[in-house]
């Protein structure tokens, strides 16, 4: 038998990990089911919530999980700490793919922010032409502030619409290039963006074009996660995998 490796996803970097680590070992890709239609990943699926850290602890037992890789979204705090507390209560290893976040350079007019109801209070009481670069379930907080204008751009359609006279919705998966993002945000007239510090290539776009047309940003800073075993990049993690469980080819089995 291979072995067997639950890896949590929702990002691309946990799909590319799923294809690598497909080749060696036994792989379950985990997803929340939120994303309508989430990008096809070429290895076995399962979708939506294991039932808090118990219910993780009790899939992990059941199904003979070996390694527990949290791949996760930097800013989804709640599966990373029950992932590290499931990982304990069951006994199994557990490693994190992290990937880095953003550091500001010369030229960007940043305003880092620790909640999404601060970035609300950070715009200001004058209307501003804002772009939302967040996912649907934090746009809401956003009602809080109607005299802006906002262009908000989603995977899904945000439903409800948000209680504002002014706000244009576009829908769209990235990855977003700079030179993109710059013509986006000159046609919307945009002045200010609202981003979280994923990290990465894939959405840095809308970072640069905003240095680049000297607008302001309110970064919302990354939540505290667990301090377990953690990589910055695919291949390192996957070297880490490498030594921490034998490939099925080198068992001899
Ligand atoms: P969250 O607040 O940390 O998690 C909420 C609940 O969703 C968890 O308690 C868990 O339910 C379930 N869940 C989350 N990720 C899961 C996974 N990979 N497999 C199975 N169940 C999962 O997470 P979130 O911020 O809502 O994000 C949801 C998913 O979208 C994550 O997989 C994340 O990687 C991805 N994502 C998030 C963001 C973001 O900005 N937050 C951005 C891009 C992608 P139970 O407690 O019932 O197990």
Do not use: C
């Not at 557990?94 to 550091?103: H, K, T």
């Not at 609300?120 to 009481?125: E, N, S």
């Not at 993690?237 to 030594?243: E, G, K, T």
């Amino acid at each position: 038998m291979t072995h067997r490796i639950l890896i949590l996803g929702g990002t691309t970097e946990a799909r590319q990990l799923a294809g690598k680590l497909a080749a060696g070992y036994s792989v379950m890709l985990s997803l929340a089911g939120r994303t309508e239609s989430p990008v096809t990943q070429g290895v076995p699926v399962r979708s939506g919530g294991f039932g808090g850290a118990d219910g993780l602890a009790a899939y992990l037992k059941e199904t003979s999980i070996e390694l527990l890789i949290d791949a996760t979204h930097p800013y989804a705090a709640r599966i990373s700490a029950n992932a590290a507390q499931a990982a304990r209560m069951a006994g199994v290893p557990i490693v994190a793919l992290r990937r880095p976040g953003w550091e500001p350079v010369e030229g960007d007019r940043w305003m880092q922010v620790y909640t999404t109801g601060d970035a609300v209070q950070a715009l200001g009481p004058a209307p501003r032409r804002v772009f939302l670069a967040l996912g649907r379930q934090e746009v809401a907080a956003f009602e809080a502030a109607p005299q802006h204008h906002y262009l908000i751009r989603s995977v899904d359609p945000v439903e409800p619409k948000l209680a504002v006279p002014d706000a244009t919705y576009l829908l769209a998966r990235g990855p977003f290039r700079e030179a993109e993002e710059h013509t986006l945000l000159q046609r919307h007239g945009i002045d200010i963006v609202v981003s979280k510090n994923s990290g990465g290539a894939a959405t840095y776009g809308k970072i640069a074009a905003a240095r680049a047309l000297g607008l302001d940003v309110v970064m919302v800073r990354r939540p505290a996660l667990p301090e377990i075993p953690s990589a910055a990049t695919v291949d390192q993690l996957a070297d880490m995998v490498d030594h921490l469980v034998e490939p099925a080819a080198e068992r001899g089995v």
